[in-house]
């Protein structure tokens, strides 16, 4: 396979597998938007497992080394480890998931065999009235360790574990979730709050920057940075002088990263964005559908990477905060 050099690189593909979830968060599908009435993607709408494994063939040859599977929940996909098995055989790549963690305890084993070689596990407080807080949940904080157990027994490891910040909910749970993780060996990765899709009432207000939880952590745990491990890594990584390990943040408002973005997405019915905050996403399952060649797709995904301008997070201000956004269930992490 014949890799482009393309201006910017194209490293990380995300793909949702579904728009569908099994909770609701503040972050992801606010319960104002996401009610029991939301009319969410037929079957029909969604791509196929072997749509997305011959679309992820034309984007490895774009130079895509890491594959990450999100939603939605990826895991309220039926058969989801048909799809990780597909994939798992493409050449040279790092295959892994962002979930919610409920469905890992019948999950994980069928995932590793299937393929899938770690997780990214989403958890914003271990005190629950905290959790409740944060996400509509109908789950329980110890149901989500469950899973981080699950992940753990099955090998899906390193496993990570992402905690949104928002001020005035979960700060206070920074610290015990840094003391709980690293003496566990996970590495938690601190998300600033960001204004993702457009039913989210965010302000500046709600948003704990990097800086100021670097200081709260270094004063309890000594801290020093850690190199990024390729260009446009998205998390800052910190490892703590003691040597238990590292954590990371990832500072997409108070430091943005747009210039080494690396990241495309491809949304559950087969839209490639080319930015979490985007507006419009390129139709690639219409070219699948309309009987497209390889040539032909490969040639449609390297135009609108080569073409891309968005810089949402480095002109953020007061007057983009209205701008219509994706919301992050349909276009993943």
Not at 34 to 49: A, W
Request: charged share 25%; proline share 4%; glycine share 8%.
């Amino acid at each position: 396979m014949v890799t482009d050099t393309l201006s910017r690189p194209l490293r990380d593909l995300r793909i949702s597998v579904t728009d569908r979830c099994n909770f609701r968060c503040v972050y992801c599908m606010p319960k104002e938007v996401f009610g029991r009435d939301f009319q969410f993607l037929s079957r029909e709408e969604l791509l196929s497992f072997e749509e997305i494994e011959r679309l992820t063939r034309a984007f490895l040859g774009h130079g895509v080394r890491k594959v990450r599977l999100t939603g939605g929940e990826p895991l309220v996909r039926r058969e989801l480890e048909k799809l990780v098995a597909l994939l798992a055989r493409l050449p040279e790549i790092d295959l892994t998931m962002t979930t919610n963690g409920l469905l890992l305890p019948q999950k994980a084993a069928a995932l590793k065999a299937a393929g899938l070689q770690r997780v990214t596990i989403s958890l914003d407080s271990l005190d629950e009235a905290v959790f409740q807080a944060m996400n509509d949940v109908g789950a329980s904080v110890e149901s989500v360790l469950r899973g981080i157990e699950a992940a753990e027994q099955a090998g899906l490891h390193p496993i990570k574990i992402n905690m949104v910040v928002k001020r005035g909910v979960n700060e206070s749970s920074v610290l015990p979730m840094v003391r709980y993780f690293r003496e566990r060996g996970h590495v938690l990765r601190l998300i600033e709050f960001m204004d993702v899709g457009h039913s989210n009432g965010w302000r500046l207000d709600d948003v704990v920057p990097a800086r100021e939880l670097v200081e709260t952590i270094d004063a309890e745990f000594p801290l020093e940075p850690l190199e990024a491990n390729y260009r446009g890594e998205v998390a800052n990584r910190y490892r703590f002088r003691d040597g238990a390990g590292e954590f990371g943040l990832i500072a997409s408002v108070t430091q943005p990263f747009c210039a080494d973005c690396s990241r495309a997405r491809l949304s559950a019915d087969g839209k490639l964005y080319t930015c979490l905050f985007a507006v419009t996403g390129t139709d690639l399952r219409g070219l699948l559908r309309g009987g497209a060649s390889d040539d032909e797709i490969h040639a449609a995904i390297g135009a609108v990477w080569q073409r891309r301008t968005d810089r949402y997070s480095e002109i953020r201000s007061a007057a983009t905060v209205d701008l219509p956004k994706v919301e992050m269930s349909y276009i993943g992490g």
